[in-house]
């Protein structure tokens, strides 16, 4: 689950900018210069809005990690567990923690693609608006690095432009809903770990993630650049999710905390050793929900 140095490097420094709106110098009680002793005031600075740790609805975004692909059975998507908008006891997602079982059933919905990259974010945004959400829970960008070749994967600048356009399209038709954007996860963390089980490797050599997980038993001066190169990769986009999520109030992101979680084989799907796992889901829910309902 991504590489991320320069991300958690400055996840320490906070997660939201408070963003200053029309900021004037007027003392209290006084004219201000010029005014020719009009008493008028400059309007105040607007204030940041409050982060509400308790919306009433959720509506999340990204891929196949969000589908619950690969957790139940293989090569099916499986929202049930999704950490996001899934009802599994097991998993006890965002939506589920937030809103209830029932609240979950009733407000929460799920318009993640298995396969989709930031391009398609856009897209989902727009259909998920529809429902009014209060959250927007996005997780996107590993198959923008999970490409045939480390050439092949998405520049920084278009990986910058497509999210840019997706959080413009969310605040042009939800311009009151809180969004919350979970990191990529170590990428080269999961070749790491996966790679110890022979199984795994036989079905990584169908085709998932080539950039990082192809020949993974290769440990030569060429492979250990074209994984570097993935995970600077990751790094440099989750640096961007961060950086555009900033200039939004109404935005957080989880500090880094998916990228950074160390985690096992148990948090993998014995399916493709590639997917989170229920497991896996369910310590992406603890982490959203904690970056979530998060008072500062």
């Keep these: 689950m991504g590489v991320g140095t320069g991300w958690r490097a400055r996840a320490a420094c906070g997660m939201v900018a408070a963003v200053a709106l029309g900021a004037a110098g007027c003392t209290a009680g006084g004219d201000s210069p010029g005014s020719g002793g009009s008493g008028a005031r400059k309007p105040s600075a607007s204030p940041t809005p409050a982060w509400d740790t308790r919306p009433g609805s959720v509506a999340a975004v990204g891929d196949s990690i969000t589908r619950g692909f690969d957790a139940c059975t293989i090569l099916s998507d499986c929202p049930d567990v999704s950490w996001a908008t899934g009802s599994s006891a097991r998993v006890d997602s965002l939506a589920v923690r937030l809103l209830g079982g029932a609240g979950a059933t009733a407000h929460s919905w799920n318009y993640a693609v ?10 989902q945004v727009s259909r998920a608006a529809a429902h009014r959400p209060e959250l927007v829970a996005v997780m996107a960008g590993a198959n923008d690095a999970c490409r045939a070749s480390a050439s092949a994967m998405t520049p920084v600048a278009d990986f910058r432009a497509q999210f840019t356009e997706a959080m413009r399209t969310l605040r042009t038709r939800l311009p009151k809903a809180q969004v919350y954007v979970a990191s990529i996860p170590d990428l080269k963390r999961l070749w790491s770990e996966g790679r110890t089980n022979a199984l795994g ?8 993630c080539p950039s990082m997980l192809g020949d993974a038993d290769a440990l030569d001066a060429a492979a250990t650049q074209r994984r ?5 990769r990751v790094d440099a ?17 989880d500090g880094g905390a998916v990228n950074a979680y160390r985690f096992g084989t148990d948090q993998l799907s014995h399916w493709d050793w590639f997917h989170p ?7 992406l829910a603890e982490i959203a929900y904690r970056a979530v309902t998060r008072r500062s």
């Design 237 to 253: 986009y989750n640096d961007v999710l961060r950086e555009v999520c900033e200039k939004d109030v109404r935005c957080r992101t």
């Design 277 to 283: 796992s229920v497991d896996g889901q369910a310590r």
């Design 201 to 208: 490797k036989q079905v990584w050599k169908l085709g998932i």
């Design 114 to 123: 298995t396969g989709a990259r930031m391009a398609d974010l856009a897209g």
């Design 228 to 232: 570097n190169t993935v995970a600077d």
